[in-house]
């Protein structure tokens, strides 16, 4: 199976149907699998409260791009704020639409308009936010799924401050495009900001947005990125980047809040084949350690492991 190389990966936060999704999603695209699932350990259930043994996190693969599922319990919900963006031949779209849009809602309904001969928003059944639209530049696309940032209430208008940030954090990043709204459209709330953005960020397409129209759409954990870092440098670069002007409050495990809202995870590459260890009493040892940490200390990590 082709996989994309990645070292920033999307975090979904489910409360207790993450196996379900996962399953569900994996039989909904092609180029998609299952790779491997985490158990929760007996240590830390006073803080994860989950059965030891049951289902952690799983980590998969649709069209190709990796995510990660956790079930983290009732905490956090989806919501409209990051949705992920698929690039569709005309012949699967319809498809694709029908299994995700049963049981959830169309935000915007699969028609045609300005942008695309076929185009849609929709929330699926587990809260999940898509965007589908056909390509049809007769161009490979080599990222068929792209996260999209989507900026509104007190975060709107910040699109282009964010994408600015964040291609000047991350390395083998680079703007690709911003289309602004402009007075032609007629929409005095929107003029000047947002209207589709794409970007690299590590060689990996993100998309941004201001939107059209007041509405309020916070950012939350519900949806993170993963960033792998190779060594503690790494890690202590990104976390001193990404956590100026975020939420202080946020930061545990390895978790913060950037300025804008959005959550990241600055974690070591091989970190669940630390918690994931064969040996139960070093995987204890391993996952007890990170609870108590805010930024991750990787020798601390290892440390009679």
Same mark, same amino acid.
């Given at each position: 199976?082709?996989?994309i190389?990645?070292?920033i990966?999307?975090?979904?936060?489910f409360? %207790? !149907?993450?196996?379900?999704?996962?399953?569900?999603y994996?039989?909904?695209f092609?180029?998609?699998? =299952?790779?491997? =699932?985490?158990?929760y350990?007996?240590?830390g /259930?006073?803080?994860?409260q989950?059965?030891e043994?049951?289902v952690?996190?799983? +980590?998969?693969v649709?069209?190709?791009?990796?995510?990660?599922?956790?079930?983290?319990?009732?905490?956090?919900?989806?919501?409209p704020?990051?949705?992920?963006?698929?690039?569709?031949?005309?012949?699967?779209?319809d498809?694709?639409?029908e299994n995700?849009?049963?049981?959830?809602?169309a935000?915007?309904?699969?028609?045609? *308009?300005?942008?695309?001969?076929?185009?849609?928003?929709? /929330? +699926?059944?587990?809260?999940?936010?898509?965007?589908?639209?056909?390509?049809d %530049?007769?161009?490979?696309v080599? &990222?068929?799924?792209c996260?999209l940032?989507?900026?509104t209430?007190?975060?709107?208008?910040?699109?282009?401050?964010a994408?600015h940030?964040?291609?000047?954090?991350?390395? +083998?990043?680079?703007?690709?495009?911003?289309?602004?709204?402009e007075?032609?459209?007629?929409?005095? *709330?929107?003029?000047?900001?947002?209207?589709?953005? &794409?970007?690299?960020?590590l060689?990996e397409?993100?998309?941004?947005?201001?939107?059209g129209?007041e509405?309020?759409f916070?950012?939350?954990?519900?949806?993170s990125f993963?960033?792998?870092?190779?060594?503690?440098?790494?890690? !202590? *670069?990104y976390?001193?980047?990404?956590?100026?002007?975020?939420?202080p /409050? #946020? /930061?545990?495990?390895g978790?913060?809040?950037d300025?804008?809202?959005?959550?990241?995870?600055?974690?070591?590459?091989?970190? +669940?084949?630390?918690l994931?260890d064969?040996?139960?009493?070093k #995987?204890n040892?391993?996952?007890?350690?990170?609870?108590k940490?805010?930024k991750?200390?990787?020798?601390?990590?290892?440390?009679n492991?």
């Open positions: 199976m082709e996989k190389n990645q070292k990966i999307p975090h979904l936060w409360d %207790s !149907d993450a196996e379900e999704a996962v399953e569900f994996t039989s909904l092609k180029n998609s699998a =299952i790779q491997t =699932i985490t158990r350990p007996g240590v /259930q006073e803080i994860h989950k059965e043994g049951s952690m996190n799983i +980590d998969f649709l069209e190709g791009y990796q995510f990660l599922a956790l079930n983290g319990g009732p905490h956090f919900k989806f919501n704020s990051i949705s992920f963006f698929v690039i569709c031949d005309k012949d699967e779209i498809h694709l639409w995700l849009y049963a049981g959830g809602k935000l915007l309904p699969l028609a045609a *308009y300005d942008w695309s001969p076929r185009y849609g928003w929709l /929330q +699926d059944r587990y809260g999940l936010n898509w965007q589908l639209m056909t390509e %530049s007769g161009q490979e080599s &990222q068929k799924i996260p940032l989507f900026f209430g007190k975060s709107h208008g910040k699109a282009e401050q994408i940030f964040y291609t000047s954090v991350f390395k +083998d990043s680079e703007i690709e495009g911003i289309l602004k709204y007075e032609q459209d007629k929409n005095e *709330y929107a003029v000047g900001t947002v209207k589709h953005a &794409q970007f690299q960020l060689k397409t993100f998309m941004a947005m201001d939107s129209m509405n309020d916070p950012f939350n954990e519900a949806i993963i960033v792998q870092c190779r060594d503690q440098q790494e890690i !202590d *670069y976390w001193e980047q990404l956590t100026e002007g975020g939420d /409050q #946020a /930061q545990q495990c978790w913060l809040k300025k804008f809202g959005v959550s990241w995870q600055v974690v070591p590459e091989g970190m +669940d084949a630390l994931n064969p040996d139960q009493e #995987a040892l391993a996952m007890k350690k990170m609870l940490m805010k991750i200390d990787m020798n601390a990590l290892k440390e492991l």
